[in-house]
């Protein structure tokens, strides 16, 4: 393995509008956060409950169609063009059928709610929240179908244009029916749903147009001849999505479900919680960036089986995901305080966010390593071993000892919402160990013969 620039290059190429797209992505619930928390204490615990019940389940559905991006970049890399047309059609009818389940699981938000010991007039807000972010479900799954499908012939600049329009949608329609503005009802924390359906709605109508407008793609190509529903074709992009499913649902939880469990220590640690999982979640888009390029590039060296390249790739990856989490770790730790002071005015809250964001930036390097790890192994479409690494890193033993940390004496005196990020440091450096070992396996699985 050694060190190669111009695969650097590249990554950073494939990276950069990701990255860009991701931050615009995530501007768009640092938003609501902001906004909702103008409105009162009540209405940001609202949303970050509300959003940590919801996000969990589309991300986790969401991951099932990330396995057509390196499906796509492996046929790009053995130029097999009619295979990108199958699995964009086939991925089609997969969305429409994970919508299904999103609704299905959208009715038992209340008894979630009803169980976490928050005030009625916060759950209450959180499920109107529920009831009108839900129908954006199917765009949401059809935009992330036409976006894996870009983004696996290598055009990663779409998703930043698409996503820049979102975000201008977002801010106004926010705008509208957080604070009833031009007749529309005041809606508060609500109005984030309303406002999110909306945004998925226009940018999944933007990705199709888009699609019909460039070349190399030519989205009127991919729908014409439209195939049946193929059950082997989309079982294959199940078996390979299900465990990116699954270690979505375990990562994502990890950080989402936070709040219930702390929702009964009042309104001022689930608000310092909720401004630094919003921050760490802007932090995190530069090493995701980066995993969602390796998964790319990975599955185009994987199709043209080039081994030595692809291994020089692999190593080249890991560098440039310790240099990412040396670079975003000192950056946020030297402004860590005024980056609080943006989203609230409330000292106890921005102290207390602004401790937490110092063991964020503990983190950034096991976290980095994982992203990486968890992207080769899915360019290299090996992922099976992620389900059980993230499951067993992130709750067996992540939130287990925060868990213990965060709301017992067991081990020290309970330390709050600060306890369960100690606890993700741990999993997240477990996870990383474990990743890396398979991707070092999967590898020497693949070596060529010698002659």
């Not at 916060?122 to 179908?145: C, H, M, N, R």
């Not at 608000?271 to 888009?285: K, W």
């Not at 609080?340 to 102290?351: P, S």
Request: with cysteine.
């Amino acid at each position: 393995m050694k060190f190669a620039l111009w695969e650097a290059k590249r990554l950073v190429r494939l990276a950069t509008p990701v990255f860009f797209a991701q931050i615009t992505l995530v501007l768009m619930s640092v938003v609501d956060t902001m906004m909702a928390g103008q409105v009162s204490a009540e209405d940001l615990a609202a949303l970050s409950i509300a959003t940590g019940t919801w996000n969990p389940m589309i991300f986790s559905l969401q991951g099932v169609l990330l396995a057509i991006t390196s499906m796509v970049a492996y046929c790009d890399g053995a130029k097999q063009r009619d295979g990108i047309k199958t699995y964009f059609q086939q991925g089609i009818y997969l969305a429409l059928l994970l919508s299904s389940l999103g609704f299905i699981a959208s009715a038992f938000t209340p008894l979630v709610f009803a169980q976490i010991g928050a005030a009625s007039a916060i759950t209450e807000l959180a499920q109107q929240y529920i009831d009108f972010v839900k129908w954006g479900l199917p765009a949401f799954l059809l935009f992330s179908v036409y976006r894996n499908v870009t983004e696996g012939v290598g055009n990663t600049k779409a998703a930043l244009y698409i996503s820049l329009l979102g975000l201008a949608v977002n801010v106004f329609a926010n705008y509208l029916f957080i604070y009833g503005k031009f007749g529309m009802p005041a809606l508060g924390s609500a109005g984030c749903g309303l406002a999110t359906t909306l945004v998925f709605w226009v940018m999944a109508i933007a990705q199709l147009i888009y699609s019909f407008y460039n070349k190399y793609l030519d989205g009127r190509w991919l729908i014409k001849g439209f195939a049946r529903p193929h059950a082997a074709t989309q079982f294959q992009i199940v078996k390979l999505g299900l465990p990116i499913c699954l270690a979505t649902f375990f990562e994502v939880t990890l950080f989402a479900c936070i709040p219930l469990f702390i929702a009964d220590l009042g309104a001022i640690a689930v608000s310092g919680h909720q401004i630094a999982a919003s921050v760490t979640t802007i932090l995190f888009m530069l090493p995701l960036s980066l995993s969602m390029a390796i998964a790319i590039r990975i599955g185009t060296l994987s199709g043209e089986g080039h081994y030595s390249r692809l291994v020089n790739s692999v190593y080249t990856s890991f560098v440039c995901a310790v240099v990412v989490s040396v670079i975003v770790a000192t950056f946020t730790f030297v402004i860590r305080n005024e980056i609080a002071w943006v989203y609230t005015q409330n000292a106890e809250v921005a102290v207390l966010a602004s401790g937490i964001i110092v063991l964020a930036c503990i983190y950034q390097l096991p976290d980095a390593l994982q992203v990486a790890a968890n992207g080769v192994l899915r360019g290299l479409k090996y992922t099976s071993p992620i389900t059980i690494v993230t499951f067993v890193s992130y709750w067996l033993i992540g939130f287990s000892l925060g868990f213990v940390l965060a709301k017992t004496d067991l081990l020290v005196p309970a330390m709050g919402a600060r306890g369960f990020w100690v606890g993700i440091i741990v999993g997240l450096t477990c996870a990383a160990i474990l990743l890396l070992y398979f991707v070092r396996k999967r590898l020497d699985t693949l070596r060529p013969d010698p002659v």
